[in-house]
């Protein structure tokens, strides 16, 4: 009786949705307009950012993906988006801050990126980083030593996503004793991605392993989802916790 009474309690709901404003700042987003796989138009960032910013938020770093073989965004390229975005939300009266730094994509190139020394940084020099769903590089690692030593902190996005962990958690957890930073998101907490990406999801905020929340928004489909998200009990739990990160930002 107690298994189903734990399923239970973890599939609860709540009746009050949860109060965004808390966490102040939103670390994870796809707002530049035709950049990537986010936000196609200006159109597109100004309703995105809108809900952002009537849920709450006083500020956005956006990042958009950096991959070497699709999305090839520079610091330049984003800048000068993040430069056109903020002009389009003074004219439309929408007061809230964005900053943008980027989503790096782990892959052949990274490590030549990060050589270089200009990678776009959010907060006390934290990289944002993803990897391919499919599998982890062999030297990951090596790179977050590699980023570690040259004074970056690395951020890895949505680890709760990464199904070739979901059955050796024991790996998330030696992922956070290298010292780098984990940001989940939001609608993982939905089932949105799969009921496993959930179960670990909550797993990961019951053993305080959450450092950033972000939203990873491309779409109203996303900030639909948002919308639902606010009543999961795990979320509250989350905010409630007083060991979250984007308050800092």
Same mark, same amino acid.
């Given at each position: =009786?107690?298994?189903?009474?734990?399923?239970?309690k973890?599939n609860s709901k709540?009746? /009050?949705?949860?109060?965004?404003?808390?966490? !102040?700042t939103?670390?994870?987003?796809?707002?530049?307009? $035709?950049?990537?796989? $986010?936000?196609? /138009?200006?159109?597109?960032s100004?309703?995105?950012?809108?809900?952002?910013y009537?849920?709450?938020?006083?500020?956005?770093? /956006? +990042?958009p993906?950096?991959?070497? *073989?699709?999305?090839?965004?520079?610091?330049?390229?984003? @800048?000068? &988006?993040l430069?056109?975005?903020?002009?389009?939300? %003074?004219?439309?009266?929408?007061?809230?801050?964005?900053?943008?730094?980027?989503? #790096? #994509?782990?892959?052949y190139?990274?490590e030549?990126?990060?050589?270089?020394?200009? @990678?776009?940084?959010f907060?006390?020099?934290?990289?944002?980083?993803?990897?391919s769903?499919?599998?982890?590089p062999?030297?990951?690692?090596?790179?977050?030593?590699?980023?570690?030593?040259? &004074?970056?902190?690395?951020?890895?996005?949505?680890?709760?996503?990464?199904?070739?962990?979901?059955?050796?958690?024991?790996?998330?957890?030696?992922?956070? *004793?290298?010292?780098?930073?984990?940001? =989940?998101?939001?609608?993982?907490?939905?089932?949105? #991605?799969?009921?496993?990406?959930?179960?670990?999801?909550?797993? =990961?905020?019951?053993?305080? =392993?959450?450092d950033?929340? !972000?939203?990873?928004?491309?779409? +109203?489909? %996303? /900030?639909?989802?948002? $919308? %639902?998200?606010? #009543?999961?009990?795990?979320? %509250?739990?989350?905010?409630?916790s007083?060991?979250? @990160?984007?308050?800092t930002?």
């Amino acid at each position: =009786m107690s298994f189903f009474s734990d399923i239970f309690k973890k599939n609860s709901k709540v009746k /009050t949705p949860a109060d965004l404003s808390i966490l !102040g700042t939103d670390v994870h987003s796809h707002f530049i307009p $035709g950049i990537d796989d $986010g936000a196609k /138009t200006m159109e597109d960032s100004l309703n995105l950012i809108r809900f952002f910013y009537e849920k709450g938020y006083k500020k956005v770093i /956006t +990042t958009p993906h950096v991959m070497g *073989d699709s999305y090839r965004n520079t610091p330049e390229i984003i @800048l000068g &988006g993040l430069d056109k975005v903020r002009e389009a939300l %003074h004219e439309n009266n929408i007061p809230i801050e964005i900053d943008a730094a980027a989503e #790096y #994509y782990l892959d052949y190139d990274f490590e030549e990126k990060m050589k270089k020394g200009n @990678l776009l940084t959010f907060g006390k020099n934290y990289v944002l980083v993803e990897l391919s769903f499919v599998n982890a590089p062999d030297n990951l690692y090596h790179i977050f030593f590699d980023m570690q030593m040259k &004074g970056y902190r690395p951020v890895l996005a949505h680890p709760e996503r990464y199904s070739f962990w979901h059955n050796d958690f024991e790996k998330y957890e030696a992922i956070k *004793d290298k010292g780098v930073l984990l940001q =989940m998101n939001i609608n993982s907490l939905t089932g949105h #991605y799969s009921i496993a990406t959930k179960r670990v999801a909550e797993e =990961m905020i019951e053993k305080n =392993m959450v450092d950033f929340l !972000g939203s990873d928004c491309h779409h +109203t489909g %996303h /900030t639909e989802l948002m $919308g %639902h998200a606010l #009543y999961e009990k795990s979320l %509250h739990e989350l905010l409630a916790s007083g060991k979250l @990160l984007n308050p800092t930002l």
